[in-house]
Protein backbone atom coordinates (compact mmCIF):
# COMPACT_ATOMS: atom_id res chain seq x y z
CA UNK A 1 0.00 0.00 0.00
CA UNK A 2 1.21 3.38 -0.78
CA UNK A 3 -0.21 6.49 0.38
CA UNK A 4 1.00 10.56 -1.61
CA UNK A 5 0.55 13.45 -1.04
CA UNK A 6 1.10 16.46 -3.10
CA UNK A 7 2.11 19.99 -2.50
CA UNK A 8 3.82 23.07 -4.17
CA UNK A 9 0.55 23.69 -6.38
CA UNK A 10 -1.13 27.62 -6.57
CA UNK A 11 -1.51 30.27 -8.60
CA UNK A 12 1.21 31.53 -11.26
CA UNK A 13 1.80 34.08 -13.88
CA UNK A 14 2.07 32.83 -17.56
CA UNK A 15 5.69 32.19 -18.45
CA UNK A 16 6.33 31.41 -14.50
CA UNK A 17 7.65 28.03 -13.09
CA UNK A 18 6.91 25.91 -10.38
CA UNK A 19 7.53 22.97 -9.10
CA UNK A 20 4.99 20.30 -7.66
CA UNK A 21 6.18 17.38 -4.74
CA UNK A 22 4.63 14.36 -4.13
CA UNK A 23 5.86 12.56 -1.03
CA UNK A 24 5.24 8.89 -1.01
CA UNK A 25 4.83 6.24 2.48
CA UNK A 26 6.02 3.27 2.15
CA UNK A 27 9.57 1.37 2.12
CA UNK A 28 9.96 0.22 -1.32
CA UNK A 29 8.94 3.44 -3.20
CA UNK A 30 11.81 2.83 -5.95
CA UNK A 31 10.14 -0.01 -6.65
CA UNK A 32 7.43 1.73 -8.18
CA UNK A 33 6.87 3.95 -11.31
CA UNK A 34 5.96 7.21 -10.43
CA UNK A 35 3.98 9.47 -12.82
CA UNK A 36 1.71 12.97 -13.24
CA UNK A 37 -1.63 13.32 -14.59
CA UNK A 38 -3.84 16.62 -14.76
CA UNK A 39 -7.48 17.63 -14.92
CA UNK A 40 -8.79 20.87 -16.07
CA UNK A 41 -12.65 21.68 -15.48
CA UNK A 42 -14.59 19.59 -17.86
CA UNK A 43 -12.20 17.33 -19.22
CA UNK A 44 -10.58 13.99 -18.80
CA UNK A 45 -7.76 13.04 -16.54
CA UNK A 46 -4.84 13.31 -18.95
CA UNK A 47 -1.21 11.94 -18.79
CA UNK A 48 1.58 14.52 -18.29
CA UNK A 49 4.46 12.54 -17.16
CA UNK A 50 6.08 9.22 -16.05
CA UNK A 51 9.17 8.03 -14.42
CA UNK A 52 10.19 4.17 -13.98
CA UNK A 53 12.00 2.12 -11.55
CA UNK A 54 15.58 3.50 -13.07
CA UNK A 55 15.08 6.76 -14.11
CA UNK A 56 13.85 6.66 -17.61
CA UNK A 57 11.16 9.79 -18.47
CA UNK A 58 8.85 9.77 -20.92
CA UNK A 59 6.56 13.00 -21.43
CA UNK A 60 3.25 14.10 -23.49
CA UNK A 61 3.85 15.75 -26.17
CA UNK A 62 2.29 19.02 -24.65
CA UNK A 63 4.57 19.51 -22.06
CA UNK A 64 7.84 18.29 -23.14
CA UNK A 65 10.63 20.50 -23.14
CA UNK A 66 9.01 22.42 -20.62
CA UNK A 67 8.57 20.05 -17.51
CA UNK A 68 10.58 17.48 -15.57
CA UNK A 69 10.11 14.78 -13.44
CA UNK A 70 12.20 13.45 -10.99
CA UNK A 71 12.99 11.22 -8.49
CA UNK A 72 14.53 11.03 -4.96
CA UNK A 73 14.45 7.34 -3.81
CA UNK A 74 15.79 8.63 -0.56
CA UNK A 75 13.41 10.42 0.01
CA UNK A 76 10.61 8.93 -1.03
CA UNK A 77 9.63 11.42 -3.34
CA UNK A 78 8.80 12.62 -6.81
CA UNK A 79 9.12 16.27 -8.24
CA UNK A 80 7.50 17.70 -10.87
CA UNK A 81 9.40 20.94 -12.32
CA UNK A 82 7.42 23.09 -14.67
CA UNK A 83 8.84 26.09 -16.20
CA UNK A 84 7.44 28.61 -18.82
CA UNK A 85 3.61 27.46 -17.77
CA UNK A 86 0.65 28.04 -19.98
CA UNK A 87 -3.12 29.04 -19.20
CA UNK A 88 -3.44 25.86 -20.47
CA UNK A 89 -1.54 24.22 -17.93
CA UNK A 90 -4.40 25.33 -14.73
CA UNK A 91 -5.56 21.85 -13.43
CA UNK A 92 -5.82 19.56 -10.67
CA UNK A 93 -2.48 17.82 -10.57
CA UNK A 94 -2.46 14.33 -9.24
CA UNK A 95 0.56 12.23 -8.44
CA UNK A 96 0.32 8.08 -8.85
CA UNK A 97 2.43 5.21 -8.35
CA UNK A 98 1.99 1.79 -9.32
CA UNK A 99 4.51 -1.13 -8.84
CA UNK A 100 5.53 -2.33 -12.38
CA UNK A 101 8.44 -4.18 -14.63
CA UNK A 102 7.30 -2.09 -17.14
CA UNK A 103 9.11 1.51 -17.78
CA UNK A 104 6.54 3.80 -18.95
CA UNK A 105 2.51 4.26 -17.99
CA UNK A 106 0.14 6.11 -19.58
CA UNK A 107 -3.27 5.55 -18.38
CA UNK A 108 -4.96 6.08 -15.48
CA UNK A 109 -6.16 2.58 -15.14
CA UNK A 110 -2.82 1.35 -15.30
CA UNK A 111 -2.23 2.70 -11.63
CA UNK A 112 -3.58 2.15 -8.49
CA UNK A 113 -2.73 4.66 -6.30
CA UNK A 114 -3.31 8.41 -6.47
CA UNK A 115 -2.91 11.44 -4.63
CA UNK A 116 -5.69 13.57 -3.51
CA UNK A 117 -4.10 16.52 -6.18
CA UNK A 118 -3.30 19.90 -5.55
CA UNK A 119 -4.84 23.04 -8.03
CA UNK A 120 -2.29 24.31 -10.15
CA UNK A 121 -3.82 28.11 -12.34
CA UNK A 122 -2.08 29.79 -14.67
CA UNK A 123 -2.91 33.95 -15.13
CA UNK A 124 -2.35 35.97 -18.39
Known amino acids: QVQLVESGGGLVQAGGSLRLSCAAS????????MAWFRQAPGKEREFVTT???????YYADSVKGRFTISRENAENTVYLQRNTLKPEDTAVYYCTAQGSLRTVLTTPRDYDYWGQGTQVAVSL
Open 26 to 33: GRTFSFYV
Open 51 to 57: ISRTGYT
